[in-house]
């Protein structure tokens, strides 16, 4: 097992600088997740970790030794891809003993190593199929599988799900991180898919053009966003933001969004009076309120799941979404009234994004 340090790193396509100088310390058996929309530079950057991309600027420790210049075979790495990379005319078996064949590794050793593998991710019963008679999810397993008899230093994942249905998703996923607590082997996963990041990190490095945004535990990054970005990136449904001016008087404060409504926030928050800020709120810290307490919106749909009810609901011209656990009938165009909760809210400053 080996930790991986990142520093300094910067990868260049030509007058097209993609990755600016990136520091992240990955421990030893820790599990991370670098996540981001499309374009952001995950993919780019585990490529560059497995040495199928060369580094601009910068370097990158596997174990406590720089491998800028070593060849990918020699990393003691091996990597999961999107699209599982099989060979077709190989069964099971062959596809999983195919590197240590090429080590000319004893035979007693690749059967050993095969039929480790084999027990850890149920394809005892599927060793001498070709992956044409495979599913999708038992394909995965066998690019798992793969990775697992080499009993690398580090797991490297490059969207290894994307492919899969919605069920099978969570299913692997599942199994993808009882297979980490099972190793502990360092692991570096990339997704697009904020909920799989969330669901099997240790911790988080959240990408977007080129640079890291954050990096935390999920709910360190769920609770304490240090942008509007990662706020309205990590979370589902997606947070909700309000634009408006931070308005204070005496030891009250309140954001006064478009047409004079107002947006209670605790009057300890950072900012200042007439700043121009963010009101952010997660759906689920929005309960129903009554009596004129809260604010005032229109009904535009909801959304009964069974296990809640989500709502979505125009407050000063803007669209925001509540998730209820109780079951409600509302209609479009139903005023209602939303309570943020004061302890829950987060604050923005307009022009920067960054957290107040």
């Given at each position: 097992m080996a930790s991986v340090d990142i520093r300094g790193v910067e990868k260049q396509f030509g007058a097209t600088k993609v990755i600016h100088g990136i520091d992240v310390s990955i421990a030893d058996e820790e599990f991370v997740v670098l996540v981001g929309p499309s374009g952001c530079g995950k993919s780019t950057l585990l490529r560059m970790i497995a040495g199928l991309e060369e580094i601009t600027a910068g370097e990158i420790s596997i174990g406590g030794k720089v491998v800028n210049n070593v060849a990918p075979k020699d990393r003691d790495i091996a990597m999961v891809f999107q699209n599982y990379a099989l060979y077709p005319h190989m069964t099971v078996r062959e596809n999983m003993a195919f590197s240590l064949k090429l080590r000319k590794a004893a035979k007693s050793f690749i059967d050993e190593r095969v039929n480790r593998a084999a027990d850890i991710l149920g394809l005892q019963p599927y060793l001498d199929r070709y992956p044409r008679q495979l599913s999708g999810g038992q394909r995965q397993r066998v690019a798992m599988g793969r990775a697992i008899v080499r009993d690398p230093q580090v797991?490297?994942?490059?969207?290894?799900?994307?492919?899969?249905?919605?069920?099978?998703?969570?299913?692997?996923?599942?199994?993808?991180?009882?297979?980490?607590?099972?190793?502990?082997?360092?692991?570096?996963?990339?997704?697009?898919?904020?909920?799989?990041?969330?669901?099997?990190?240790?911790?988080?490095?959240?990408?977007?053009?080129?640079?890291?945004?954050?990096?935390?535990?999920?709910?360190?990054?769920?609770?304490?966003?240090?942008?509007?970005?990662?706020?309205?990136?990590?979370?589902?449904?997606?947070?909700?933001?309000?634009?408006?001016?931070?308005?204070?008087?005496?030891?009250?404060?309140?954001?006064?969004?478009?047409?004079?409504?107002?947006?209670?926030?605790?009057?300890?928050?950072?900012?200042?009076?007439?700043?121009?800020?963010?009101?952010?709120?997660?759906p689920e810290h929005l309960d129903l309120a009554s009596d004129g307490a809260g604010v005032s919106a229109k009904v535009i749909v909801v959304e009964p799941t069974g296990a809640d009810t989500q709502v979505f609901a125009d407050v000063a011209g803007t669209q925001i979404s509540a998730v209820f656990s109780e079951r409600h009938a509302f209609k479009p165009d139903q005023m209602i009234r939303f309570q943020p909760r004061p302890d829950s809210v987060h604050l923005f400053d307009a022009a920067s994004g960054r957290h107040l």
């Open positions: 797991f490297l994942f490059d969207e290894p799900l994307s492919n899969l249905d919605a069920k099978l998703r969570v299913q692997m996923r599942t199994e993808i991180k009882a297979l980490h607590q099972r190793l502990r082997t360092t692991s570096v996963y990339v997704t697009h898919d904020q909920v799989e990041a969330m669901t099997m990190a240790d911790r988080i490095v959240v990408m977007h053009d080129g640079i890291v945004e954050q990096v935390g535990t999920p709910l360190d990054l769920y609770d304490h966003p240090v942008n509007t970005f990662v706020a309205g990136f990590i979370g589902s449904p997606a947070m909700n933001f309000v634009s408006g001016t931070l308005r204070r008087s005496g030891g009250d404060a309140h954001v006064e969004a478009a047409g004079g409504v107002k947006l209670p926030v605790p009057g300890s928050i950072g900012g200042a009076d007439g700043q121009g800020v963010v009101f952010g709120v997660r």
